[in-house]
């Protein structure tokens, strides 16, 4: 089985989807499960039943459809998926799966101390004018939090939260089902109406859904601690994050005979986004309000020339970049989602081929001193404005040399480099300054803090 996800969506809108499930292959008595993968800093899962592979590429904040196995006694297990292969991080553990119940299973608490927590509950068909809602606490930085579904903008000192009042890390709600419609979730600590730590906004909540809603700890951007992770029984997933979340926007110049350029938002070309970038140089992450943009690459001389466009959409919580890539009179761009979640396990790192004189490349990690001569590349055949998005790696230090595609003829390197567990980096290949030979290295992320 494989999973499909949705795009975060606000207000977030999931339908026809009932906890009554009958998948085939199961005869007799049967039970059902999920899992929700909501360990902040572990790479992704595969859940195995009785030793077996049942689901796979779990990520962070994501969940399986509900699952059907026979009635009884099986154990469960999770698997991380590390640079260096698989590693048993839930050892085989034994659940009572007992007829006509759901079990939610979720994966929390950090790396080093990862755990399961397991919230059984009576199957049963969801009526199409509610929604059923249970959430879940796996934020370990909010170890004790009351949680309101209300009316958009009711006044949280005459509201209830759900459950208790106080949701404890790693602990749950009851499903719950409500009337469908509009709705609002906020997210205090337990005992008091304010701070307000998330804010949803307004969301609708649509009739027959079954949802499970997971606070996750916040690692993207924003100011709110949590964001929710939402997967209903078919295993359709949504990221809900706090109405102050921005999207966040950074800009690489690889243009080698580019002069200094300038970013316009929207054609607003007095107060440029960013206003002289000379090639090589990159620019921050900066805070957006999501919505759609138009971007336009200018001249710094003069913002009214427009050599290059970039149109996007940006979303609350997205890490995006931007490239100016390729020689100025035919100047390009190309946009990247950087998945920026740092992982225990290993090193994260990417390359962006943005040397247009280079062509489709290969790159090689060895170790130190080593060479190339009888060692295979790590990544081959990138092409130009290629990304090979970020790739875990074992912690320490290589030779890194990008190669012509398919040879041993080196374009750049070996450079040396180090890197460590819950590491960030990404590097773009260049032209020299006018083009061409010597070839080069942009080093960004964690390498140039």
Known sequence: ??????????????????????????????????????????????????????????????????????????????????????????????INFAQGNDYVVAAEGAYASIGTAVFPHALSTVDPSATRVQVLNAAPTEPSIAVYLTAPGADLTASTPLGTGSLAFMGATAPAD?????????????????PVLFDSGAI????????????????????APVVLGLTDAFGNDATLFDISTPATLRVVNASPDSPPLSVVSNGNT???????????????????????YTFTLTPASN??????????????????????????ATLGTEATFDNRRRVATGAKLRLVQASPAAGFV????????????????????????????????????????ITTAGTQTVLAGPTTISVINTGIYTIASRDAPGGGAPFGLILMDDFAP
Request: with cysteine.
């Open 178 to 194: 409500v009337t469908s419609g509009s709705y609002e979730i906020r997210i205090t600590a337990a005992g008091t109406t304010t």
């Open 362 to 401: 290969d790159v090689y990690l060895t170790a130190p001193g080593a060479g190339i001569a009888s060692m295979a590349p790590a990544i081959v055949g990138i092409p130009f404005g290629g990304d090979t998005g970020f790739q875990q790696v074992v912690a320490g230090s290589y030779d890194l040399t």
């Open 270 to 292: 007095a107060a440029p986004l960013v206003a002289g970038l000379a090639f090589e140089s990159f620019t921050p992450y900066g805070a957006l309000t999501p919505g759609p």
């Open 1 to 94: 089985m494989r999973k499909y996800s949705l795009l975060a969506m606000a207000p977030l809108l999931l339908s026809g989807c009932y906890d009554d499930h009958n998948y085939g292959g199961i005869s007799g008595p049967s039970a059902n499960f999920q899992v929700i993968h909501a360990s902040p800093d572990t790479p992704s899962l595969t859940v195995l039943i009785d030793g077996q592979p049942l689901f796979g590429d779990l990520h962070y904040g994501e969940g399986t459809g509900e699952l059907q196995v026979t009635a009884g006694s099986h154990t469960l297990s999770m698997q991380a998926e590390t640079p260096t292969g698989a590693v048993t991080v839930i050892p085989a553990t034994a």
């Open 204 to 223: 609708a909540l649509s009739g027959g859904t079954d949802l499970v809603i997971t606070a996750l700890q916040n690692v993207g951007p924003g100011t």
């Open 303 to 328: 913002t009214s020339q427009v050599i290059a466009t970039e149109v996007l959409a940006l979303n609350p919580g997205t890490q995006q970049t931007i490239y100016a890539l390729g020689a100025y």
